[in-house]
């Protein structure tokens, strides 16, 4: 199955579980904080509540009365694993998500990435994966936390901005639903959703679900 890769003026990519597979790297890393904290995992429903929020969110929910200081050395024991978790499994960009960049990149259109990914993670997903490739640094949205997290459409409000395309005019690349809400919500034209096996589908007909990145064609970009 194929779906032609629509026209656009402009692209918003999310990153995790979108442009890079890492659910499983991801999952272990908060299973191992949680099990620090509260002596138990995640459960599925608990992440899935937490899935597309900022670190912070996630360690207000896990540890509500721990001070500042404890909270922030919480997330870097998360996001520290979570790296060493990634190199050992020696992830690389999604299935088929190298062939697309390029050709969005050859034809000159405007991409941004829009992640809820922490600062201290972009910075090392940019050099690691040659983000720089495809995308301007000025057009990496990652780490804000003088915002709402998805599923508001600020940050893709942001990413638009940064590229400068109107909403209507924008298609955006997302895997998790508050990410979907949040694009929709922002007015995009269309979202692209990397569908997981087994996560419910949403219906709406501004929402083209495909598996992976290798189902789109670049014809007639």
Not at 155 to 184: H, N, Q, W, Y
């Amino acid at each position: 199955m194929s779906f032609p890769l629509p026209s656009a003026d402009g692209y918003v990519f999310d990153f995790n579980c979108t442009l890079f597979w890492d659910s499983d790297e991801n999952r272990r890393a908060w299973d191992s904080t949680s099990e620090r904290i509260r002596g138990r995992a995640l459960s599925d429903e608990e992440y899935s509540l937490l899935n597309g929020r900022t670190d912070g969110e996630t360690i207000d929910y896990l540890a509500p009365h721990a001070s500042k200081e404890e909270k922030d050395g919480l997330v870097l024991y998360k996001e520290t694993l979570y790296r060493s978790f990634c190199i050992e499994s020696g992830l690389t960009l999604s299935p088929g998500a190298e062939r697309v960049l390029h050709a969005l990149k050859e034809r000159g259109l405007p991409m941004a990435i829009a992640s809820s990914a922490p600062r201290i993670n972009m910075d090392w997903y940019i050099p690691e994966y040659r983000l720089e490739r495809f995308f301007d640094k000025g057009r990496i949205i990652a780490g804000r936390t003088d915002i709402p997290s998805k599923p508001d459409p600020a940050i893709f409000r942001l990413a638009m901005r940064a590229i400068g395309t109107d909403p209507e005019r924008t298609v955006v690349f997302e895997d998790s639903a508050s990410g979907v809400k949040g694009a929709l919500a922002a007015g995009a034209m269309m979202v692209i959703r990397i569908l997981e096996p087994g996560a419910p589908s949403i219906r709406d007909p501004r929402i083209v679900e495909i598996s992976s990145f290798e189902e789109l064609t670049a014809e007639g970009l």
